[in-house]
């Protein structure tokens, strides 16, 4: 079974770090360009960053550019997401998503996302 | 920055009518449009990619169509599972894949 299953969420202080995996089973994951996409509580979809399948490409939102760093590790096939000097306007639910392999790179798999709360 | 305006925001509506959402992209995106479909306490489901292909296992009353900067989801004949919240979002952009606001489909 196609899978992805996050983890690592937290209650953290701001200006706090935390550090979130994704671990993914059931295909080929160095295929597969990945992305971490977040859902504050009540709002929309804001996608955050972006990782090609050898690693050597990334992007971030303009919201998170300089404070996270996403990785992987295709031996491990795993995904992370490093988060620095959190703020409270980072709470939410983290959810990692695989791109299609092909045209028009739709996110077709989701994990089931793990909850970051930034809060004194 | 590519930007997803999505219309209506909310909407009421009864099992069987014919539904309608818009997406506005902030340029041309040719095709590239996907679709999602979410439920409270889930993360989001792909339902229709490239403005009209339907993802495998949707069924077929999810249509969606348009290129340049105008789209539309279609469900033709609304069905109790469908109550939910649908995105939009751009894959254009080589990176940074942007969503519309959202359009949450609630019962008359």
């Known amino acids: 079974e196609v899978q992805l299953v996050e983890s690592g969420g937290n209650l953290v202080q701001p200006g706090g770090s935390l550090r979130l995996s994704c671990a993914a089973s059931?295909?080929?994951?160095?295929?597969?360009?990945m992305n971490w996409v977040r859902q504050a509580p009540g709002k929309g979809l804001e996608w955050i960053s972006y990782?090609?399948?050898?690693?050597?490409?990334?992007d971030y939102a303009d919201s998170v550019k300089g404070r996270f760093t996403i990785s992987r590790d295709n031996a491990k096939n795993s995904l992370s997401l490093q988060m620095n000097s959190l703020r409270a306007e980072d709470t939410a639910l983290y959810y990692c998503?695989?791109?299609?392999?092909?045209?028009?790179?739709?996110?077709?798999?989701w994990g089931q996302g793990t909850m970051v709360t930034v809060s004194s | 920055d590519i930007q997803m305006t999505q219309s209506p925001s909310s909407l009421s509506a009864s099992v069987g009518d014919r539904v309608t959402i818009t997406c506005r992209a902030s340029?041309?995106?040719?095709?590239?449009l996907n679709w999602f479909q979410q439920k409270p306490g889930k993360a989001p489901k792909l339902l229709i990619y490239a403005a009209s292909g339907l993802q495998s296992g949707v069924p077929s009353r999810f249509s969606g169509s348009g290129s340049g900067t105008d789209f539309t989801l279609t469900i033709s004949s609304l069905q109790p599972d469908d109550f939910a919240t649908y995105y939009c979002?751009?894959?254009?952009?080589?990176?940074?894949?942007?969503f519309g606001g959202g359009t949450k489909v609630e019962i008359k």
């Open positions: 979002q751009q894959s254009y952009s080589p990176t940074g894949r942007t």
């Open positions: 059931g295909f080929t994951f160095s295929s597969y360009e």
């Open positions: 340029q041309s995106i040719s095709r590239y």
């Open positions: 990782i090609s399948g050898s690693g050597t490409v990334v």
């Open positions: 998503a695989r791109e299609m392999a092909e045209w028009p790179n739709a996110f077709d798999i």
